[in-house]
Structure formats: structure tokens, C-alpha cells
């Protein structure tokens, strides 16, 4: 089992940056890809990021692409999601999370750990 813990969100000013940060734990994280989704009020939980177990394929969101920057650490079991030129339309819940297989066309259902999720607030 992997176990995931948000932190770095907060309030920050368009074209600003946020780096997120997922504390992850359990012996099989190195196994599992990890995803950065998001969800605002009255909106879908989107997917925005994701990078598999070896970080040799990413996947980005059009609207984060050129924008974001999702990396991972096996070694310090971590994943970062490096966001800079924000926009308020980026105001959600982060949230981290893992599956065991990274497909094209991925939703939510198909990860199947969580973490609690972070405030991301973007002011123009």
C-alpha cells in the first residue's frame, strides 16, 4: 500500500509559482505511477499530470502543458508538481495519488491511493 501526504499549497498572485510536494510511504511506491489531479467548486475532478514508476513517460494536462513540471524521487519517495505562471483558473484541491498502471485516457477510478489534498488559490 502506498500512503500520500500533500503539503506546499497556499495563496499566490497570477503568473506566480507553487511547487507541491507528495510524502509518500509503504515498500511498493517505487512500483506505482503517481498523478496530480484537481478539483474545483462545482467542477470535475481533472487530471493534470502524471509520470509512471521509471519518470520516462509524462503525461500534461493542454491547459498546464508548457506550465507545470511533475517529477518524482524514488530514493527520497517523494513527487513534486512545480507550477509556475499560475493562473486563477488553476484555483483548486490538489491531490496526490497512485496507481499501479498508467493508461492513456486514466481517470480518477483508477488510482487507488489518496492524499488528503491541497489548497491551491490563485488571485489576478
Known amino acids: 500500500q502506498v500512503y500520500l501526504v500533500e503539503s506546499g499549497g497556499g495563496l499566490v498572485q497570477a503568473g506566480g509559482s507553487l511547487r507541491l510536494s507528495c510524502a509518500a510511504s509503504?515498500?511498493?511506491?517505487?512500483?506505482?505511477?503517481m498523478g496530480w489531479f484537481r478539483q474545483a467548486p462545482g467542477k470535475e475532478r481533472e487530471l493534470v499530470a502524471a509520470?509512471?514508476?521509471?519518470?520516462?513517460?509524462?503525461y500534461y494536462a493542454d491547459s498546464v502543458k508548457g506550465r507545470f513540471t511533475i517529477s518524482r524521487d524514488n530514493a527520497k519517495n517523494n513527487v513534486t508538481l512545480q507550477m509556475n505562471a499560475l493562473k486563477p483558473e488553476d484555483t483548486a484541491v490538489y491531490y496526490c495519488a497512485a496507481t499501479r498502471a498508467l493508461r492513456v485516457g486514466a481517470t480518477s477510478a483508477d488510482f487507488g491511493s489518496w492524499g488528503q489534498g491541497t489548497q491551491v488559490t490563485v488571485s489576478s
Open positions: 509503504g515498500r511498493t511506491f517505487t512500483t506505482y505511477a
Open positions: 509520470i509512471n514508476w521509471s519518470g520516462g513517460i509524462i
